[in-house]
């Protein structure tokens, strides 16, 4: 796809309710009754995958436009959308700042989101779990009492549970940290690359970490 250049105007266009129709039967009208070029997607509760996004993409060039952003409440449509290079994010998480903390409602508890990627001696911490929209690159690090949500990669140091919880996390769309810490157990994160538009997850399991393909529905529900 083309790059669209800033301050170009766009059109935000919302998939269906899924009870009532299907994305894949109404997206080419939405389409057809939009007058921009550039269109940004709001994917509601939709779990799409990557080969979803793919024809998605495909519907929007065939109807002569450009895709800008996806939104979504569905994590796991973020991490095919963000595999696959678009430009993606979480629904409460659409922040226009480069950098940006904010506190989100997440159930019973907050969650610290951040926009923006962390560079070397860059570091991260809260007391409640937190959702980084961007990269954690050598040298920085990220702590949190609770979860670590990363929608990018981890290639510096991630501490889920700096507080003693062996129950805590950390998740990212590719997970190959220089160190991982869950509570006191540190390990190294593996060396080959993941699957493409599968997030890994680390957690403790009979007090070693353990990296596994993410439950991103599990950790919506913490």
Do not use: Y
């Not at 998939?15 to 894949?24: A, E, F, K, T």
């Not at 700042?97 to 926009?115: D, R, V």
């Amino acid at each position: 796809m083309a790059p669209i250049s800033k301050g170009e105007a766009a059109m935000t266009l919302k998939l269906p309710d899924q009870r009532l129709d299907h994305w894949r039967d109404r997206l080419p009208d939405l389409l057809n009754s939009c007058s921009e070029t550039i269109v940004d997607l709001d994917c509601e509760d939709w779990i799409l995958s990557c080969t979803d996004l793919t024809d998605l993409c495909a519907l929007v060039a065939d109807a002569g436009h450009q895709l800008g952003r996806i939104t979504s409440r569905a994590l796991e449509t973020v991490v095919s959308a963000s595999a696959l290079g678009l430009d993606a994010s979480p629904e409460h998480a659409s922040f226009k700042h480069k950098a940006q903390t904010n506190s989100i409602p997440a159930g019973p508890t907050e969650l610290l989101f951040h926009q923006g990627t962390l560079r070397s001696g860059d570091h991260l911490q809260s007391d409640r779990s937190i959702l980084l929209c961007g990269d954690v690159n050598p040298g920085a690090r990220i702590s949190s009492a609770a979860d670590v949500l990363i929608w990018g990669r981890l290639r510096g140091v991630a501490h889920a549970g700096c507080e003693g919880s062996t129950t805590a996390k950390i998740v990212a769309l590719q997970l190959r940290p220089l160190q991982l810490r869950i509570a006191d157990v540190v390990a190294r994160g593996p060396e080959d690359l993941p699957q493409a538009g599968l997030a890994e997850q680390a957690e403790l399991k009979d007090g070693v970490i353990a990296i596994e393909p993410a439950v991103i529905q599990s950790f919506q529900k913490r």
